[in-house]
């Protein structure tokens, strides 16, 4: 296994006292992240003498991080609550009309349909619902036989909650550029502990990221990308003084003005400089760059393809394609009832989820191949 991994996190997650296969669920912060979050509580509580620049200028630290992380520049990165609002702000921001159609997969994560359900009930665009292959990954010809001709915008994750499924950006990705589609994708379930190529990176417009899973942040926020290109075709609509050409001054507050801060921050959320939730974050973007996603993304596969190689329940049937594999893995439980296998992962202190019937295993930097052989002792004698 990875050297690399084991010695930047051994003492990083101390505190988590479980066998934690859960990240997709929730991604435990490092222990650093609590130190920095307790050092900016103790300015909470007594924010004598904070100078303006130092509060102020807080976001833009994770903001650069996570440009780092994505390899563009903090220009292209906004701030924001959660997935569902980057694409409130993206089609809310997009000029469509009422004959235009948004096509989304059916079953996706809700904040990837709900904000363009909502577009289409006020009459901005038509949705279409698309059901991904039962079995097999999307290929950009099963999207052209099956998208709507006059679609604009296509969104989908990279990687699905309930699945483990991987899409092949880089098919999808030539095939939209080809047709003129605005491409968003939803990174939450891959990048942190997945890397995103350069030339998927080029295929794609707009990326949201919430933070609190295989980020290792706070929950709460999530992360914007729009291009340089695409961010001309989107307007902001949301007027906040923190996103003002004049809020890096606090002497000219009053000087009311709808220039904005440049690139992507006119697109960040009210009250960006949130403390708490950003020290929280700072950190843990800081971790994930010190190992470097290309070791994490090469040790988490390695947790993943030991666990299947040496699966030998026949109990469970793995219902994540094995090609272009991510960090989860689904299984459906054929013999007994999935709550059964996990209240007995439970009872072994074995931290897991079930979604959709499934049992979801999530691999990421803090699991050991100790801790997977103790996975696979408990699940092969189920």
Not at 281 to 298: A, F, Q, R, T
Not at 328 to 353: Q, R
């Amino acid at each position: 296994m990875n050297e690399v991994i084991s010695e930047k996190v051994r003492d990083e997650f101390g505190e988590l006292k479980s066998h934690y296969f859960n990240a997709a669920y929730f991604g435990p912060s490092p222990l650093r992240s609590k130190r920095q979050v307790e050092d900016t509580l103790a300015k909470e509580v007594n924010p004598s003498f904070i100078p303006y620049d130092e509060w102020y200028q807080k976001p833009e630290i994770s903001r650069k991080h996570f440009a780092n992380l994505l390899g563009v520049t903090a220009d292209e990165v906004f701030h924001s609550c959660s997935v569902s609002d980057v694409n409130n702000t993206l089609i809310q921001g997009l000029n469509l009309n009422a004959n235009d159609v948004v096509t989304v997969i059916n079953k996706d994560y809700p904040s990837n349909v709900l904000p363009f359900l909502l577009a289409e009930e006020k009459n901005r665009n038509k949705l279409q619902l698309l059901d991904l292959p039962l079995e097999d990954l999307p290929t950009s010809k099963w999207l052209d036989d099956h998208i709507d001709p006059n679609t604009k915008v296509f969104c989908i994750s990279w990687v699905t909650f309930d699945t483990g499924k991987r899409i092949d950006l880089t098919d999808l990705g030539k095939y939209l550029k080809e047709k003129n589609i605005f491409f968003i994708v939803d990174c939450t379930q891959g990048l942190g502990g997945l890397k995103l190529k350069h030339q998927e990176l080029e295929l794609i417009d707009a990326i949201s990221c919430a933070s609190y899973k295989w980020l290792l942040g706070p929950y709460g926020h999530a992360f914007g990308y729009i291009s340089k290109n695409a961010k001309r075709e989107v307007t902001h609509n949301n007027g906040n003084w923190i996103t003002s050409a004049n809020s890096t001054n606090v002497q000219s507050l009053l000087e009311y003005t709808t220039k904005t801060l440049p690139g992507a921050r006119k697109f960040d959320r009210g009250q960006t400089a949130n403390l708490l939730a950003t020290s929280c974050l700072e950190k843990s973007l800081e971790l994930l760059l010190e190992v470097g996603l290309d070791n994490i993304e090469s040790y988490n596969q390695e947790l993943v393809r030991y666990f299947i190689e040496n699966l030998s329940s026949k109990n469970l049937k793995l219902i994540t394609p094995t090609q272009n594999p991510s960090n989860i893995l689904c299984f459906k439980v054929t013999g007994g009832e999935a709550s059964d296998l996990e209240k007995k992962l439970t009872s072994n202190n074995i931290d897991v989820s079930i979604r959709e019937g499934s049992l979801r295993l999530s691999f990421h930097l803090y699991n050991s191949k100790a801790q997977v052989e103790f996975l696979l002792n408990i699940i092969n004698s189920f």
